[in-house]
């Protein structure tokens, strides 16, 4: 058995070698790049557009939602946010309504009702997109208030990630 110490050693160190190898010589590109977000401090508006603001992070940038703090206008109809830029987010989304408890009351409306953003809802392609932002997760709460039959008002409860 110790006659052949040498060759078991020999045979590790050529394993051991060789495997390091391997993991200098993979690229360091193989796994996807997280696409760029970013989270936002307002988001205000009615039934139909909503402006955003406040929006810091990787998404933030020129060739994206525009440099920070980005903002922008959101279109309920196309799903779509247009950035100050003139780039676009296209999003796929819906919501789970709740309580309106955490709600903070605001003066001449009444709650209506809290939508928090459903897991999978994500930021989608589109044209002259912000393309560093296709495939995020979008996360946030928002609560939507009625003035009279029909004015609507919509706003964030907390920060939310485009």
């Known amino acids: 058995m110790r006659r052949h110490l040498p060759v078991r050693l020999a045979v590790c160190a050529a394993l051991a070698g060789s495997a390091s ?9 193989i796994a996807t790049a997280s ?4 989270t936002c401090t307002t988001l205000t508006g009615n039934a139909t557009s ?20 980005a903002h922008g206008t959101s279109l309920v109809s196309t799903k779509t946010i247009t950035w100050s830029n003139h780039k676009t987010t296209k999003e796929s989304y ?12 605001v003066s001449g409306y009444a709650k209506l009702l809290r939508e928090t953003i459903k897991a999978g809802s994500k930021v989608v392609a589109s044209s002259n997109d912000a393309a560093g932002m296709v495939g995020g997760a979008l996360t ?15 706003k964030n409860l907390g920060t939310f990630k485009i």
Do not use: R
Not at 35 to 38: C, E, K, M, N, R
Not at 94 to 105: E, G, L
Not at 140 to 152: A, H, R
């Open 50 to 69: 909503q402006t955003i603001s406040g929006c810091t992070g990787t998404g933030a940038i020129t060739a994206d939602a525009g440099t920070p703090p």
């Open 140 to 154: 946030g709460t928002f609560c939507v208030y009625k003035k009279g039959s029909s004015t609507i008002l919509v």
């Open 35 to 38: 696409p760029l977000s970013v």
């Open 21 to 29: 190898l391997a993991a200098v010589a993979l690229p360091g590109g």
């Open 94 to 105: 819906s919501y789970t309504a709740s309580s309106t408890a955490n709600c903070p009351s």
